[in-house]
């Protein structure tokens, strides 16, 4: 796997321990990491201008769910050409089309890939997106 040198990705997920977790292994790959702790987090993150080029999701989380957080950045243009990724232990498929119908680029389930392997199945999402734009 290359290095993402420089890459900005948010990660968005209310589990302290994993958005640690996925930072730090993030980080060892190159990619420049920002954390928010939930949806709403992030959107002022985003607001205050900073501009990720990967957003990585967590669906369930108080207040507002990932879904919401992705349709609200949709909806309000922000960070149009960002790479909208879903990482969720919700692996129903009712729970992966509503996902989908968001716009997603990819939707990973955390429970079926450990740390390094969801950083290798976030490259692989991101540099299909950049051959696409």
Do not use: H, W
Request: charged share 30%; with cysteine; hydrophobic share 45%.
């Amino acid at each position: 796997m290359t290095e993402q040198n420089n890459v900005k990705i948010l990660i968005v997920d209310d589990d302290k321990f994993l958005l640690t977790m996925y930072a730090n292994k993030f980080s060892k790959f190159g990619y420049e990491v920002e954390t928010a702790i939930s949806g709403d987090d992030a959107l002022a993150k985003i607001r205050l201008g900073y501009t990720p080029v990967i957003i990585l999701t967590d669906i369930i989380m108080p207040k507002m769910d990932g879904i919401a957080f992705l349709d609200e950045i949709k909806k309000s243009g922000l960070v149009k050409e960002a790479c909208l990724i879903v990482l969720s232990n919700q692996g129903q498929s009712a729970d992966i089309d509503r996902a989908v119908k968001s716009g997603i680029d990819g939707y990973i389930v955390k429970a079926t890939a450990i740390p390094s392997e969801v950083v290798e199945e976030v490259s692989k999402i991101y540099d299909k997106k950049k051959k696409v734009v």
